[in-house]
């Protein structure tokens, strides 16, 4: 640079003195802003989307609908509810959630107006669950998926293939390697809990949780980004999860697989138009872009990762990308949501009895079992005890009953035990004690 | 495709990151790029990491409409987003609206008035306060949206022949709902990166006083900001925030906790609701204060352990051709390549140890061209503090934009480069006339950070 004939340097000079007027002329000082008015109308949305799902709807939706612009109300399930209970339901136009049981609970409530949009390239089933109400009141938006979360490399250590379904997950080589949520406290849990229920029936249901709950290594009070932190950690070989947040890991480069069992389930998020909504039709035209292709594509983003309600979008994805529609031709998706929608609360409590207090115990319980059998010692009596449910199948169908656990959303604070389940509780601990009695009589 | 185009492809799939379009590979890294901002320190022991993640939960968390039966409540009266992470998603870089009908999703306006506060700070508008809140609870009405159009500047020619035109962001404020605002001070701003600031904070104060006062080549001078620590009752030295405007972490999460989404904290404990704003300071509280102390020190302990990404293929004649590059053309004289941090014992892992985060934490003045004529403290209209680079390269896969500087306005690493002026002056006259294989190998250096 010293010698100023030096061709570079008068390059440097010539570009330097084009960009010296480039950035002194038009920039003296901050430019005047102006105020004016748009006359954009709210469409208030409640739900319990996360930013990262719902940040892309509303810059999606404003753009392509500049007469409204989205106002959104972050409301868990449980505490939905009572917002839109309220008088002129809190001032909202939609409800967009995935919970069933709030859109069912509100729909008896008379809390909704017809949807009023076609659907055209929608079904109504996906395998014997609906998606869309049968009053026409409320209709699915996309699905998460249930299954497994497994840590490939952490499995093929503990010498395991990929399990095919929940019965897999019983085998003596998981003991301390599953993560479990909790289904009273993490909100996708008690449908999971019912799937296998449906599927197996209900004693061979219980027993096939009570042998995973024995295998459990962590008791997951939170979500499912735990759930998957733990696995992708391999702090645990395999967690119990809802697919679009692993998924999302996975197609992040998370060095997991997620596998869905031959007996799965969908837990469908639904959109519903309030009956008081002041702007019915600005909500109307937010309902129909979630369900539009464009909409739909949205949920397909690798951070957010649901299952779309529109099978003519899979036809865009990568083959690897699970469509649903298709598993269910082959039966994956026998799950039958409404037939388990009212009894969810009550699965969750006994669950809670049954499994989760005097988890410590039960894990030990079931390592004694485990090397009893492997020393091939009888004690199939001990078995049972571990394995009964603490109710029959009749007395869980009693309206009753479930009517008790009907409030008991996921997340919402259970109280103090009822009388049912301090009877229940009593009952596992008697079962638990006479167990760990007839294995010590075995020497186990 | 050009040279660079073909490096940063031989990047993404050279470290088996083609994840969007490709089946994982053999040999990937356990941690994918896409998460590279969002990984603690190495180190963190079994309870930091419940710390870590009951942080990174506070920091994801939708916050509520009071009353609720809800931990999260006490969102707004006023507030801009839900959550941190919207503006800092995947805890990396905002963005700016393409055009005026489209909605700041990660930005704000901050405004004030010509003055300074009690505390030594810019003077808040009197009606609309220290920012612009475009979202209101129900029933409290948002304050209004500042819309951004852009303005093509005539291309120029860098040395060989390319031209490159900028863009200028012009301002409108729409719906103002509490009357006309009047002449104010507005200065736009995207979400920041989040990742390292606690390897930043332990670099000590000493560093960044020691730094001003040496003699920089270029006419590079550098100042440090004093600014008002809240929780300590004096001025210290500035370290976070594009001006430097922010003293450390706790208060930088609990001033964008109440400016941002209207949570009051034992830090800030009244809600951001001005005297002209009747019916929000009428609107119900969340609690006393909204934001726990105990979710304060989990945000606090998340932010000052995430890791920065490392740099990605550093040996790569192209990039080490780069980096010479980077260092001959004068950036470093503000983006230092090495800091020190000295001891920490509330966040250990930050303490004494080299870091490459490509900043000096001082402020420069950057010539009027980026010049917002709102002084911030001692900050003046034309000074911003040197951002940090390290992770910089990771924002076109991790952000999906490439939109760099405070306002986004920048369309890439280019464009970026091209705006600086003042003490940056000389520097970007020597990168305009460098010739156009130096300039790609520089920005593939930037690219590797």
Redesign the interface.
Known sequence: MKNPLNPRRRRFLATAAGLGSLLAAPLAAPLAASARTTGRQPVVVVTSYNDETFSRFEAAFEKANPRYKLQLVWRMPHDALPYLRQPAQGGADVYWSASPRTFAALAADGAWQPLGIARDGLPENIGKARLSDADGLYTATEMAGYGFIVNPGALAKLGLAEPKDWRDLTAPAYAGQIVMPIPSRVGFAPVMVDILLQAYGWEKGWATWSAIAGNAGTLMDRGSTFVTDEVASGRRALGLSIDFFAVAAIANGAPLRFAYPAHGGLNPAHIAITKSASNPEGARAFARFVLSAAGQKILTHSDIHKLPVRPAVYRELPAAYFNPFAAAEKGAFDYDGELGRKRLGLLSALFEQMLINSHGELVELWQRLHRAEAAGKNVAAARQLLESPLISAAEADDPALQRQFRNRLEGSDPGSAGASELVWHERSQANRTAAGRLLQEMGA | MNMLQRFLLHVLLGAG?A??FA??LAG????????AYTQPLPGLGETDRELF?RGR?VF?Q????AP???RAAG?GPLYN???C??CH??NGRGRSPDGP???M?SMLVRLSVPGRAADGGPKPHPVYGGQLND?G???IPAE????ISWRE??P????GGEKVA?R?P???????AYG??GK????LRVGQPVYGLGLLESVPAATLLAMAAEAKPDGVKGSVNEVWDAAAQRSVVGRFGFKANMPNLRQQSAGAMLGDLGMTSSLFPAENCTPAQKACRRAPSGGHPELSDADLDAVEFYLANLAAPPQRQATDPLVALGARVFAATGCTACHRPSLQTGPNERFPLTANQSIAPYTDLLLHDM???L????PDYQANGRQWRTPPLWGIGLVPLINEHSQYLHDGRARNLQEAI??H?GEA?IA???Y??TPKNQREALLAFLQSL
């Open positions: 990151l994840h969007q089946p994982a990937e890294p356990e941690i994918a790029l896409r998460e993640f939960s994801r939708s916050w509520v409409v609720a039966n809800d969102l987003r839900l959550s992470i919207s998603q995947k009908d489209e909605r999703l979202e609870i129900p029933g209004g949206r500042a819309a500047l005539a120029q020619t860098l040395a900028l200028q012009q301002v409108s404020f729409t719906d103002m006309k605002p104010m001070l507005y200065s010539g009027r061209g010049a917002d004529g709102r091209l705006w002026d002056r970007r006259m020597r305009a006339a």
